[in-house]
């Protein structure tokens, strides 16, 4: 049996919280917390065209300093 790969900072346990946290999360939590990440004033959500993307990214990798 193969061992999993998990990313770096990552382990079963972890995992296994993260998977506990939403599938024991009521459909309002879940809603609450969806809703929590639109509030944030750091960060945006836009449509992008799909052709734009490449480009988007590597603004983004550029302004990280990636």
């Not at 590597?58 to 990636?66: F, V």
Request: hydrophobic share 30%; glycine share 4%.
């Amino acid at each position: 049996m193969r061992q999993p790969k998990y990313p770096a900072g990552r382990d079963e346990e972890r995992v296994r919280r993260v998977l506990e946290h939403y599938e024991t999360q009521s459909d309002e939590e879940a809603l609450a917390e969806d809703e929590a990440a639109y509030e944030t004033t750091t960060h945006t959500t836009m449509d992008v065209p799909v052709e734009l993307v490449p480009a988007v990214r590597e603004m983004i990798a550029k302004r990280r300093g990636g």
